[in-house]
């Protein structure tokens, strides 16, 4: 080596060491909070081994991810996500990976707040910290459930848009096809996809850019549309009116509906008050439901009778629907609709092990899962590992009040820009209030649906607390 590049190299060395300090006083903050993160999910890999189920619908998923097919009741999206890991044959390689995805939700986080918001690296690393932190965004990602790759990938999206004042339209069809993904995990990432391109519209995106979102994301759910329909024979994502029949029994009255016709069987018979929850409508014996034996006709009977509560009774549905909404705002979680300390999509104590009953596809959860991964996946409680996460997730967690006030904060940065539509932090809080209000609306309340509000919440809230007017980076166009 001759002494010219000695030289170079001294030089790129001294660059690297002056840098490297520059990284760490820029960002400390957010590598303490991201190791802490990690190391959550590692004692979450090492205490509960290899997931945690819901059932049935893990189970669903699961056989769906073995045998690919458009799930009748529910988009296909996560099954696909399993089959694509079932090369490794291992559910503990699906919960890390996802378990990383929701690391790379809280560096999405801190990464647009930086870029778009010009705030301190402190000031992001606060808005990234529940997505790190939180106990319940944990079990999600240990889950066996849609839930959280649908929240990455609306995550994901929103950040796409966002990285650039005026998105290039690679980044928008980037961002279509993502969301796109997000429906095709469940189905109310179609109405984020809407309001990312209203968003992009009102940003002056151009319309290259609004056409290539739109145009990639109507190829991916009109593709699993024709898929769906060559298996069930109808076009859809899911054949699901069941559950918004069920919700309209939290407040339909049959009296209001002078024109019911064969759905009139539906109709409630005891009195608001003393009904069921939603979701038990469509499971328990002495539902009106019960008594519809074949599936199709269930299908047509549920959704004529909810489209007639609903046109009958407008404002009790949407009375309904945010009022159940705001219970996310309690302090104390709750099982839907009864108070007191919520019990479900927590990490347990102890878990039985699987029994013989039928679980998917005509197979029980210990042979579905082995057929997966070669071995039966029953959960292991090991200590002291499990009991360190239970401890920690006694209040490891946003409250209601703190996202209240999360979202409050976006909604000030908002209201404080509402001469500029295109103000970044529109669209991560109008994807934040559509996640919290639509899922109950049209379903049930559930803890399960308030958790993927958060990234899109504190990406709202990081925004509306540094943004600085037009002085925000370019982009390619």
Known sequence: MGPGAAASVAERSAVVERRAPGFWREHWVVVLLLVAGVGLRVVAELGYRPALWFWADSFAYVNAGVDPQPLES???????????????????????????????????????????????GWGAALAAAPVLLDVHMVQLEHLVMADLLFTFL?????????????????????????????????????????????????????????????????????????????VHGSYGLGQSNVWLWARTMSFADCAKMPDLGEERVLCPTVPPDQRLTPPRYIWAEESPLAAVKKDADRERLSGRFAKEAILAQPFDFLRTGVGDALWAFEWTRRVYPAKGPQSAYVFPAAIDPFDDKTASGGMSAAELTAVYQGVRADTAVVEPYAGWLRAYQTQGYVRGPLLAVILL??????????????????????????????????????????????????????????WRGTQEPGNVT
């Open 74 to 120: 529910r988009p296909s999206g996560y099954s696909l996500f399993l089959w694509g890991l079932w090369p490794l044959r291992s559910f503990m390689v699906v919960t890390v990976v996802q378990h990383l995805l929701g690391v790379a939700m809280g560096v999405l986080v801190y990464a647009v707040v930086r870029r778009r918001g010009r705030v301190p």
């Open 154 to 230: 609306v995550t994901a999206g929103v950040a796409a848009v966002l990285w650039w004042r005026r998105p290039p339209v690679w980044t928008a069809a980037l961002a279509g096809g993502l969301l796109a993904a997000a429906t095709l995990t469940r189905t109310v990432g179609l109405a984020v996809l809407v309001v990312v391109l209203v968003y992009m519209v009102l940003c002056r995106a151009g319309w290259r850019a609004v056409v290539a979102a739109g145009l990639v994301a109507a190829v991916g759910v009109g593709g699993y549309a024709v898929w769906f329909r060559s």
């Open 409 to 466: 904060v976006g909604l000030v940065g908002v209201v404080a820009r509402w001469r500029r539509l295109g103000a970044p932090v529109l669209l991560p809080w109008t994807a934040a209030v559509v996640l919290l209000v639509l899922p109950p609306m049209i379903a049930a309340f559930d803890h399960r649906y308030v958790v993927p509000v958060l990234p899109v919440a504190c990406l709202a809230a990081g925004l509306a607390f540094g």
